[in-house]
């Protein structure tokens, strides 16, 4: 008897993609189809519903092209992990989809909470939150459709619904995606009283919280004769498209970190416990793996944005010539960069942007190319010890269990591909960095996640780790990360200087620009 195949879904920001996976995590099919996203201007993103669920359709149908239905035994769904669309009691779109906060018009209703209720909300929740805020704007702008709506969803919950034929009523969401969704207490997953009631959401109007692997529906004729498979497939809840990616890539031991080098530089640690942090430095996200599994997260929001704009501008596009430029250097001092370009997120601190600092003119661009690399690695150094930190708080409301020291990084994304880029983050953390060899590990966690669902494995920690290779791309030189820890501990003392600096110059009118005039 054949291995039964699990078909997996991702419906991301920028791409929707489905693949044929083993119930083991290896891929035999991919297709992918772009997300067509509305941004009429800055702080303003939309994505139609309808769009989004012609594109899933679309990959379905791709992805299981020429499999016999019977060989597939089940689908799984994760979607991007913050943002909200409105719903009406039948499950039909009243809103378009809202993508993280690319779209930032509910954030005069965010702040108006956060700040009154700021003893004690922030702390809860654990992360700015990003879906019941919207709410309370749907009410100021959109009245009348604010009346109508009887579920806030997530992208799977809308998809799945629309999949299974199933109305709002039936609307889940997994632990996964509490931490932005805003009304939840996130230490005990569950929805909170306190919190639903601040920000105005009805208990009817949150999503039934489900475990990762149970079963959430099964596929209607109507969805399969549209994709060319077999109804009645059963569909499984499957989680957030990073915490999919983080069982994917093996994070599931202490010690072990993730370092999504992307467009958003996203660095997070698997952590045995709770990861309550006041300072908001590090962000919860509910692990699958277990009731007391966490990982805690941290990201640079715009720092792989900076990276690509720099080569662009100073390296003529041509990544390897700047990395081998800047690999003849040593690391650099007295050359500061803050790789923030959006605004620090973890803390929030919108006012804190990027700059270069100390320049001089014996400085080229690799000198300017490397202390950004060597900044980021800088953050990462800085979020590690500040776990370790939390975990040493015995007044913590939630105290994690003891953070063991770092032992690995695993490394994914773009920026994965830079060697001189791996060698500084090992070298500044002391630890050695492994690519994963899996070339799909949010679609591999969502595989991983059916099996369990349909009773072929029972331990997802061990099959986490299970048939996982990972290669070693870089080991640390205990002399460079000698080196690197009195430059780290400099970088952290100017970057709060710098951070002051910029809260200053923001808040002085006399250097606020003009309107400028309209063109004719």
């Keep these: 008897m054949s291995e039964p195949l699990i078909l997996c879904l991702d419906v991301g920001t920028s791409v929707i993609k489905a693949g044929m ?8 099919t991919l297709a992918t189809t772009p997300t067509p996203m509305h941004q009429p201007a800055p702080g303003i993103a939309e994505q139609d519903a309808e769009d989004i669920y012609a594109g899933v359709l679309r990959v379905l149908g791709a992805a299981s092209e020429g499999r016999q239905g019977r060989e597939i035994a089940a689908l799984c769904c994760s979607g991007q992990m913050a943002g909200v669309m409105a719903l009406d009691a039948a499950g039909e779109a009243l809103s378009p989809w809202f993508p993280s906060t690319l779209d930032r018009r509910y954030q005069p209703e965010l702040n108006q909470v956060w700040n009154a209720e700021r003893t ?8 700015r939150p990003i879906a ?29 619904g629309r999949l299974s034929a199933r109305d709002a009523s039936a609307n889940f969401i997994d632990p996964t995606y509490l931490t932005w969704f805003g009304v939840a207490h996130t230490a005990l997953r569950t929805w909170d009283a306190e919190l639903l009631d601040a920000f105005g ?26 994709t060319g498979l077999s109804s009645g497939l059963p569909i499984f ?50 692990s699958p793996l277990g009731p007391n599994d966490w990982y805690a997260l941290t ?32 690391p650099i001092r007295d050359l500061y960069v803050s790789p923030h370009s959006l605004g620090r997120a973890c803390p929030e601190t919108p006012t804190l942007q990027s700059g270069w600092h100390g320049l001089t003119l014996v400085h080229r661009p690799a000198h300017l190319y490397r202390a950004l ?34 032992r690995e990084v695993r490394v994914m994304g773009g920026g994965a591909a830079s060697a001189l880029w791996n060698r500084i983050k090992a070298d500044v953390l002391n630890v050695p960095y492994l690519a994963p060899q899996s ?82």
């Design 21 to 28: 996976l083993t119930a083991g995590g290896t891929v035999l």
């Design 120 to 127: 004690w909300l922030p702390r809860r929740i654990g992360a």
């Design 132 to 160: 019941a805020p919207r709410l309370r704007w749907w009410r100021r702008v959109q009245p009348d459709m604010e009346r109508r709506i009887a579920k806030l969803s997530t992208l799977p919950g809308y998809v799945v």
């Design 201 to 226: 959401v009805s208990p009817d109007q949150v999503p039934r919280i489900v475990a990762a692997s149970d079963l959430v529906g099964h596929l209607s004729a109507s969805a399969a004769s549209q």
């Design 237 to 286: 809840a499957g989680v957030g498209d990073s915490a999919a990616g983080f069982l994917g890539a093996g994070l599931c031991e202490p010690g072990s970190a993730l370092d999504i080098a992307g467009s958003f530089s996203v660095f997070t640690l698997y952590q045995r416990g709770y990861p309550d942090d006041p300072t908001l430095t590090l962000q919860p996200v509910a």
């Design 299 to 330: 990201y640079l929001n715009g720092s792989g944005l900076l990276h690509r704009w720099f080569v662009e501008q100073f390296g003529g596009g041509d990544y390897a010539a700047l990395d081998a430029q800047a690999s003849a250097l040593p």
């Design 373 to 406: 690399l060597e900044a980021v690695a800088y953050e990462f150094a800085g979020a590690a010890r500040h776990l370790r930190s939390l975990a040493a708080q015995p007044s913590a409301a939630q105290t994690p269990a003891a953070q063991p020291p770092l």
């Design 439 to 520: 070339s799909e590990p949010t679609l591999r966690g969502l595989a991983l996640v059916a099996a369990q669902g349909l009773g072929l494995h029972h331990d997802l920690r061990a099959a986490c780790r299970a048939g996982l290779e990972a290669e070693v791309v870089a080991t640390p030189d205990a002399r460079r990360h000698q080196e690197y820890a009195v430059l780290e501990a400099q970088y952290h003392r100017w970057l709060a200087h710098y951070a002051q600096m910029c809260q200053a110059l923001a808040a002085a009118p006399e250097l606020a620009f003009p309107a400028a005039a309209p063109t004719k």
